[in-house]
């Protein structure tokens, strides 16, 4: 018989492995002293620990080890596991990539150009909304805060005493050939009424966002920060984009909380 310490040393594995594996069930050991608790294996078992170990070494879970060691090992159900963690491992490498990627853009810049971008921007998926909201067409830019305030007001009036409502302030803006198209309302689960539409925007799979602090007056600057940042990552913008406004209670902005979310694809 073997003590742990000298089958851990031999299979090169911890204490502390051989203990979970033996909790999991995958390595239960030969003999185990009834008064102190002193495991002790069996020769024999270091075939399976290197069973384990190679296993584990590839990235199998658990379960998939349980499964294999239960049943044996079979040809056909190897193959089976091997193509589902190659399809694992292949993605772990392309985000590992485009980490790698992002990681050498920014030291390029903050080493070469002594440049740091003033927001964090990040990539993730929105949910789709059901918007309580209404619509508008500006010409401009400059109309749109002329817009945007009184018909979150005029929602707010209809809408504004059911809890939760107005949890979640979103506005929709896309470029048409007339200007700006802009969908303005609060996620909504209640019925409709006169004075707003209801609006579904779709999930979206991809978007990068950032968040902008402070002052509408300096809300252009994040978002071309934002779409530097998409060029730079090898997307393309895909639909509207979105402002959450996470908080815009203040008259003077100072404290505003809004996130910029743009839908991408891949160039």
Known sequence: MLSIGAFAQIGQVTHRMLRHWDTAGLLVPAHVDEFSGYRSYDPSQ????HRIVALRQLGFGLDDIALVLEQGVDAERISALLH???AEVEQEHRVAAARLVDVERRLHLIESENHMSQIEIIEKPLPALRLAARRAVVASQPEVAGVVGPAFDAITG??????GALDTPVAQY????DGLSIVIGYEYGGEAFDGFEIVELPAVDTAVC???LGSMAGIADSWQAIHTEII???FV???ACRELYVRAESDDQSDWVTELQQPV???
């Open 46 to 49: 270091l075939a399976k620990l």
């Open 84 to 86: 589902i963690r190659r």
């Open 210 to 212: 950032g968040v902008h």
């Open 158 to 163: 209809i809408i504004g005493s059911e809890r």
């Open 265 to 267: 694809t891949h160039a």
């Open 237 to 239: 913008p895909s639909g």
């Open 174 to 177: 896309e470029t048409i050939e």
């Open 232 to 234: 730079a990552r090898g």
